[in-house]
């Protein structure tokens, strides 16, 4: 039997740690879906989470656990796919520090991912966080991963991944897989706000928890097209983030059809589209916070989830570094 390809991707538990919509369609539902025909790893990157907030152990720590329950919630199966914390596996800090001594200061600079980050966040940023690229590479490369889900922001880092095991390769030989990356279907979801993008920090996000209470809070309060007064006015569809989060949750798609007609030419008003788009995600998440409720009952099952997949993932890494160490003759002297 051929050996499947692996996965390895992850979220940084920053703020709630709790994911949303956006993580959604950009990276979740893609691992979801791919879990069967990969060999699936994710990993809880809190190492990344302290890059700008070393002062927050606790609070990434509870951001951790959040993050993991919504793996499981979408539907990471822990009977096929390996969840772990980035942490616990030392070797992955190894290739770290290896691969801080192959990327130079300007290369490190210029990551836009980096950049807009720092802009959009206006952070006074750590080193560590102008260089978490170079730690994904470490945990992608570590793996020998072959496919990456991410969302279209982190795609100039899987890029700078690539360079990395490209530049590896050359040097020492064929030894790290070079990863490919893959968005999901939608590459960036507006925040509620209309903001260009829904934010784990921000109050624009709608988050896969919600509960029903303020799942409707949130759609009613959602921004639409700001130049429709009346609901006799004819509206604006396009960038209108009511009718992108119709588009890609509302699985009646003639329900949205006819609400977009009707919108444009003012014969339906803001409350209709609302509520039925409430209706729509509120189905959606049904099954969702279900699959985490069971979880949240049974922390110990929880728990030893994330033990063994730790343990597994571990034992994989280390079988990657093994040749790593090999090639660069790292410890050769007490060998
Ligand atoms: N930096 C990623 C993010 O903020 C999270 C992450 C850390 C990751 N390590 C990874 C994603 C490895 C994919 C692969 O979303």
Redesign the pocket.
Known sequence: MKKKKRI?????P?GSGRLHLGHYVG?LENRVKLQKEYDTFI?L?NI?AYANYYHKGKEINEAGYQTFLDNLAVGIDPEISTILL?SAIPELYELYGFFLTMVKKNRAMRNP?VKDEIEYKKLDASMAFIC??I??AA??LGFN?DL????E??MP??EQVREIAKDFNRTYGETFVVPEGKVGRVARLVGTDGSKKMSKSGSNAIFLSDDEKTLKEKVMSAYTDPKRIHATDPGKVEENPVFIYHDNFNLNKKEVDDLKERYKKGKVGDIEVKEKLFKALNNFLGPIREKRRYYEEKPKEAKDILVEGTKKARKVVQGVIALFRERVNINKLIE
């Open positions: 390895l991707t992850g979220d940084t920053t990276t990993l990157a990344h980035e991912s978490y690229p730690l994904q945990d992608i991963a990456v889900p991410v969302g922001d982190q880092i899987i």
